[in-house]
């Protein structure tokens, strides 16, 4: 039997902590730039669903965030009370709730388009170092995720 190799223990030295904080401080650049547009981060990231394909289920919009519906409501009935969406029941099955772009929030993507080159600037970081990161970060993501579902 192979023995594991002896691990860090200090804070700094957890990949968990440098995710975690590294997140609130992405998030954190992102709050100015989205407060422009009246979004919150996660609002930022149900338009972006919608705006890559426009009228889907809550349950494909929950799938799309890794998150449950039960997460995702509240945050859409806040996107439509602002005017961006519109959510209607479906005609063939009423267990389904479908959300679409409203006229405001297709009008708001033309604004939205800034932001990621604002978060670019703010990284300071080149274009390939981002690519990989992010290409070895969901590379992680979906194996934990597949070890979290066995």
């Known amino acids: 039997m192979t023995q594991r190799p002896a691990f860090p223990f200090t804070l700094d030295e957890q990949l ?3 995710l975690y904080s590294t ?3 992405m998030t954190k650049a992102y709050k100015p730039i989205l407060e422009r547009l009246g979004l919150t981060y ?3 990231l149900a338009m972006l669903v919608l705006w890559e394909s426009d009228d889907i ?3 494909d919009m929950a799938a799309r965030l890794n998150l449950d519906s039960a997460t995702v ?3 859409l009935k806040r996107l439509e009370a602002q005017g961006y969406i519109e959510r209607a029941r479906g005609v063939s099955d009423e267990r389904l709730v479908y ?7 297709t009008a708001l993507k033309r604004a939205g388009r800034e932001v990621p080159g604002e978060i670019f600037c703010a990284t ?4 390939d170092f981002l690519l990989k990161l992010r290409d070895d970060l969901t590379r ?6 597949d070890h979290n579902e066995s």
């Open 23 to 25: 997140s609130l401080a």
């Open 57 to 59: 289920t809550v349950k």
């Open 124 to 127: 300071q970081q080149t274009p």
């Open 16 to 18: 968990c902590f440098a």
């Open 99 to 105: 959300i679409r772009l409203t006229k405001a929030g």
């Open 140 to 145: 992680l993501r979906t194996t934990l995720n």
């Open 73 to 75: 409501t509240p945050l």
């Open 42 to 44: 996660p609002q930022y």
